[in-house]
């Protein structure tokens, strides 16, 4: 997906999310093909550089990943992001990332993030609900530099953990709060 389509799709959504309470899906999606090898690619440099998620890769019952959410906003915001749920190396399904947000705000920014699913609760719970809102359901951890010092195979408490990576543009902040991840079909 081109950044300046990624863009205006995620001024349409701020702007959708103005006049609806329901969030459009987007008219095109990413190549199936495409989208698989850029979330294989940014897992693996995830795991390969950050020593604690490479642990949570081995540990975890099953793996959320999106390659590139592309947030943007003026007042109000948006960000989209496509993305897969994997077990193993088993391909279970293909989700979206849309967050809405309004206040200070001004700017566009790409990332990625991988949210590391720990127990069968939390995947049960990310399979069988209609959308589920990273803060309501399974409790998610954001895993930053010093949460990730104290991270060790024995520490793993948590339903779920996430990493937010490959930030570029110019925006303030970047949170997954009030995301909802919703199972798309391709």
Known sequence: MTHLRAFTLAAMLAAGTVLSSTLPAPAHAEPTDELSRDADAK???????NASAAVLRQKA????VFPSIVKAGLIFGGAYG?????EGDRLVGY??????????QAGVQS???VVFLMTQKAVDYV??????EIGVGPTVVIVDEGVAKNLSSSTLK???YAFIFDQ???MAGINIEGTKITRIKR
Do not use: C, P, Q
């Not at 897992?43 to 550089?49: A, D, M």
């Not at 019952?61 to 959320?64: P, T």
């Not at 990332?97 to 200070?104: D, I, L, M, N, Y």
């Open 82 to 86: 496509e993305g897969e749920l994997k």
């Open 61 to 64: 019952r099953a793996i959320l």
């Open 43 to 49: 897992l693996n440099l995830l795991t390969r550089t």
């Open 158 to 160: 948590d339903d779920a």
């Open 95 to 104: 989700y979206n990332s849309v967050t809405a947000s309004w206040g200070f």
């Open 111 to 113: 990332y990625g993030y």
């Open 168 to 170: 570029s543009g110019l």
């Open 127 to 132: 399979r069988d609900t209609s959308g589920w």
